[in-house]
């Protein structure tokens, strides 16, 4: 059995190859540069773009699986198009298909708006597939350290009432579960860890582990967009900024009910925020400690 999966350099990609690894399968990774160090030795590597058919085409011959993950960019909708095309003219046995928490309840924001008519395209495929939906990445955080560490904040406009958040890592477990293993078509599943984290719990959970303290800067949207321009496209910034700014409107949390078969799915409970937020911190402290 021989599962592609796009990505592969990514923060999900890259742990989900060595989920995949663990469980003995065999896999191709579709990269944009060969020379990538990410991709471990066994992995085979096409290269290609998920906005050049000819590309996905062949990194689809002899495949029997497929995890796509279209990133958060403009043309995400045509690429998620073109490879479930390809994947059907493929005759594809399962696609695992990456897309997000509470989608159907944000059209109007881009991302959410591309994934959502993917899922719609891929319920009237014909095609086998399963739907992953994550929750916002605790790994995220990890691009926050200078704000955190050196100045005190806690920057993310999560609100008062809080998100749904997952680690990575339960989602690539998850993931690999699903297509390595039997009884998941057709099935969704939400990928939401056990808590609600808010603006103001994330900084206290900060202030507690650094042992000083980190605040939260609340949600000016229009500060935070602002910001985001900073480091990334203009477009982008936006997006970004209308996906928090529905959070806030409309929630973004889990229920018991949402919770419940991804538990049981991966046969133990998902990790929490601090305990993802410890083993950041001491990592921080020990590159400190190593430029020192």
């Known amino acids: 059995m021989k599962i592609l999966v796009t990505g ?3 923060t999900v990609g890259s742990r989900l190859i060595d989920e995949l690894l663990k ?57 998620g198009l073109i490879a479930l095309g390809l994947a059907r003219r493929q005759k594809i046995q399962h696609i695992v298909y990456h897309s997000v928490f509470k989608v159907q309840e944000f059209k109007d924001v881009p991302h959410f708006a591309s994934k959502l008519a993917i899922e719609t395209a891929l319920h009237e495929s014909g095609l086998p597939f399963t739907i992953i939906r994550p929750g916002y990445f605790f790994q995220n955080d990890l691009g926050l350290k200078d704000a955190i560490t ?54 206290a959970i900060w202030s507690k582990l650094l042992g000083k303290k980190v605040r939260y800067t609340g949600h000016d949207m229009d500060a935070f967009e602002a910001e985001m321009r900073k480091k990334a496209p203009s477009w982008a910034a936006f997006d970004i900024r209308m996906m928090f700014q529905r959070f806030l409107e409309r929630g973004f949390t889990a229920n018991n009910s949402d919770l419940e078969p991804v538990r049981k799915l991966l046969g133990h409970s998902l990790r929490r925020y601090e305990d993802f937020a410890r083993e950041a911190a001491a990592a921080w402290a020990s590159e400190l400690k190593k430029a020192a």
Do not use: W
């Open 8 to 10: 592969g350099t990514g």
């Open 23 to 79: 469980l003995g399968a065999d896999v191709r990774a579709l990269v944009r540069n060969k020379a990538s160090t990410k991709i471990p030795k066994g992995v085979e590597t096409v290269l290609g773009d998920l906005l050049d058919p000819v590309s996905v085409h062949k990194a689809l011959e002899k495949v029997d699986k497929l995890y796509l993950l279209n990133g958060v960019v403009p043309d995400e909708l045509t690429q």
């Open 150 to 203: 050196r100045g005190g904040m806690y920057p993310m406009p999560l609100g008062d009432a809080g998100i749904s958040a997952v680690d990575v890592r339960d989602i690539a477990e998850a993931t690999a579960i699903v297509l390595t293993g039997s009884g998941h078509i057709g099935k969704t599943y939400d990928l939401v860890g056990p808590d609600t984290l808010s603006g103001n719990n994330a900084a």
